[in-house]
């Protein structure tokens, strides 16, 4: 919990509990409440980066309860985790995958190219997730569930189609290479602090992942 919880010690009403923590009982969360703190909780993020965000910052701008903010999200990396997650997730939906018939057409209608201002604005907030990682290695593994996990998901689902088309090889290994695209793409974002643009999108798919997976 960081130091302004101002709900340390006091009890929080039960119902509501972090990304990683057991779920009492009670009152479930709003999923559309969930979404519009998330979205403040990248705002801060992008504003003031990883060191300057505050949980009392974050429950200000979502105008939220800090009762049950605070059962929802313990401590600030889980809230980053989440909302870098919740933003993933809006980007590669599964519920609204593209079918053009190919697995490149498909990769390539799911990228959806972003206005420069919004690619600086996710360079930032993945920029703040690199500060915080950079602070505790241990939540690696949650990082990549949560930046690269959302679109090796929708990969999975693309790369079935194209064995049931008989357009790739039936032997594919679908689980490495549903993580090949998303895996450059974080590395890209962490460590290079470049955008993941088409061209270098099609670059990937031609120069490594179509010959890994041609019959």
Sequence with gaps: M??????AGAAVPDGEGGP??????GRKPDPGRDAEILDAALQVLAEVG???MT?????ARAKAG????????????ELVLDAVGHMKRSQADLDRLPDT?????????LFKPASVEEGEYQLTIMAGLASML?????????ANDAIVEPWAAANRVLLGRAISRGEIDSAADVETLAQIIPSIAAYRALIQRK?????????????????????
């Excluded at 950079?134 to 949650?142: F, N, T, Y």
């Design 50 to 52: 990883y060191a300057g």
């Design 134 to 142: 950079s602070q505790d290695r241990g939540l690696a593994e949650a």
């Design 2 to 7: 960081t130091q302004d919880d101002p709900t």
């Design 101 to 109: 018939g190919t697995l490149r057409g498909d990769i390539l209608a």
């Design 55 to 59: 949980m009392s910052a974050v429950a």
């Design 20 to 25: 990683t923590a057991h779920r009492r009982p």
């Design 66 to 77: 800090k009762g049950t903010f605070y059962r929802r999200w313990p401590s600030k990396a």
């Design 195 to 215: 955008p993941f643009d088409r061209d270098f999108l099609i670059s990937i798919i031609d120069g490594v992942l179509l010959p890994a997976v041609r019959p």
